[in-house]
């Protein structure tokens, strides 16, 4: 059960767009659509912005979609804010009622 | 507004037993598959156990099977985590989460254990 491989960080200006990437196996990423993303602020508890690979929440803006590839997962900011600076994770289900988290990366609005 | 709230944290020596809970002020979480999912400090987030809405399915991160467990008190519309042989490497906040797209969290709970 090794975690996901996500990048450490990730930067960009304010209105440009930034990928961040999850990467696992056909056990996992590449064998279902149960992936999805979390975004974290500092001491507070995670909060779901994609799931099923990329499908909105209600309340969550379309500046955030996520895609997949093989066994990469995307996650798309668009239109980068300020408030967008956090930590990001991924997530998916990796069959016989296991999930796994990707490692986080910390995303910087500069 | 529905909301999670985790409780049962604190400070324990290693080998020792603590029993966190989840509940759901005011809502029901009986038709729904919780998970509990840890962070130790300044580190990334960890899926540690999930259970069907009734309890009879429950599974379990390698890392903590054997030594947690799993359940739901449905009359007391609760969940709990029963952390038996404890070290000092299960340390973090422990958060619960519902259904598999853990679209709600609660706000932690934080168990330290030491050595």
């Known amino acids: 059960q090794s975690a996901l491989t996500q990048p450490p960080s990730a930067s960009g200006s304010p209105g440009q767009s930034v990928t961040i990437s999850c990467t696992g196996s056909?056990?996992?990423?590449?064998?279902?659509?149960?992936v999805s993303w979390y975004q974290q602020h500092p001491g507070k508890a995670p909060k779901l912005i994609i799931y099923?690979?990329?499908k909105r929440p209600s309340g969550v803006p379309n500046r955030f979609s996520g895609s997949k590839s093989g066994n990469t997962a995307y996650l798309l900011v668009s239109g980068l804010q300020a408030e967008d600076e956090a930590d990001y994770y991924c997530n998916s289900h990796a069959g016989s009622n296991i999930w796994i988290f990707g490692g986080g990366t910390k995303l910087a609005v500069l | 507004e529905v909301q999670l709230a985790e409780s049962g944290g604190g400070l324990v020596q290693s080998g020792g037993s603590l029993r966190l809970s989840c509940e759901a002020p005011g809502s029901s979480l009986s038709r729904n598959w919780i998970h509990w999912v840890r962070q130790p400090p300044g580190k990334g987030l960890m899926w540690v156990s999930r259970v069907r809405y009734d309890g009879t399915v429950t599974s379990y991160a390698d890392s903590v099977r054997g030594r947690f467990t799993v359940s739901r008190d449905t009359a007391k519309n609760t969940v709990h985590l029963q952390m038996n042989n404890l070290r000092v490497d299960d340390t973090a906040v422990y958060y619960c989460?519902?259904?598999?797209?853990?679209?709600?969290w609660g706000q932690g709970t934080l168990v330290i254990v030491s050595s």
């Open positions: 099923e690979v990329n």
């Open positions: 056909s056990s996992d990423v590449g064998g279902y659509n149960f």
């Open positions: 989460a519902r259904t598999d797209w853990f679209d709600l």
